[in-house]
């Protein structure tokens, strides 16, 4: 099973929007709505952001949103904050009873 | 309030077996649909899933490393332990668990394991 592909690095200036992408195939993130996102800040656990593609746990900013569409997955940062300075992850389930998880993209606030 | 620990051994030598054991509270593995699953990440590499076991005993492995791992429950104990044979300096990094199926809402802190002789 291979990594799912995000870019390595995405950066924007407070208040901006930015976007993650994370490409898979139809072997996960194309054939099921079980795509989630994690932030990391450095040392620190993963942390659930967006689950089944759209959904936010409670606690999650609402400037935090999901979407996907084919083999494609994207989680959008509204109006960017300091403390949204981290390593992000998708990870989908896939058709193997297994589970993947991103390259990582680390979101920096400019 | 869910809480997930790990545990078990900082430094290992390369060959041996790793042992590790996820300590959790505020759920109960013998409610149907609960789920643990393990992780590692290397220093400053991505995430990689393991292995998971399901509230009815079902087992699932990442295919690349079915072969060297184990996993197994202690509902009793609120525990999970994972087995990983034959390590190599490799196999360096921090290990989590974590609680879910096909999404992970609460994690453990992590544990740093050393493969080095």
């Known amino acids: 099973q291979s990594a799912l592909t995000q870019p390595p690095s995405v950066s924007g200036s407070l208040g901006q929007s930015v976007t993650i992408s994370c490409t898979g195939t139809s072997s996960d993130v194309g054939s099921y709505n079980r795509v989630s996102w994690y932030q990391q800040p450095p040392g620190t656990a993963p942390k659930l952001m967006i689950y089944e593609v759209s959904n936010r746990p409670s606690g999650v900013p609402d400037r935090f949103s999901g979407s996907k569409s084919g083999n494609t997955a994207s989680l959008t940062i509204s109006g960017l904050q300091a403390e949204d300075e981290a390593d992000y992850y998708c990870g989908s389930y896939t058709t193997s009873n297994t589970y993947v998880f991103g390259t990582g993209t680390k979101v920096t606030v400019l | 309030q869910v809480t997930l620990r790990e545990s078990g051994p900082a430094l290992v030598n390369p060959t041996q077996t790793l042992t590790l054991t996820c300590t959790f509270s505020?759920?109960?593995?013998?409610?149907?649909?609960?789920?643990v699953s393990w992780f590692r990440q290397p220093p400053g590499k991505a995430l990689e899933w393991l292995a998971r076991?399901?509230?009815?005993?079902?087992?699932y492995y990442s295919t690349s490393l079915k072969t060297r791992l184990s996993i197994s429950k202690d509902s009793s104990k609120n525990q999970v332990v994972v087995t990983m044979t034959n390590m190599d300096p490799v196999d360096t990094a921090t290990y989590y668990c974590?609680?879910?199926?096909?999404?992970?809402?609460?994690w453990g802190q992590g544990t740093l394991v050393t493969v080095s002789s």
């Open positions: 076991i399901d509230w009815d005993g079902d087992t």
């Open positions: 974590a609680r879910g199926r096909w999404f992970f809402d609460y």
């Open positions: 505020g759920f109960s593995l013998t409610t149907t649909a609960m789920c």
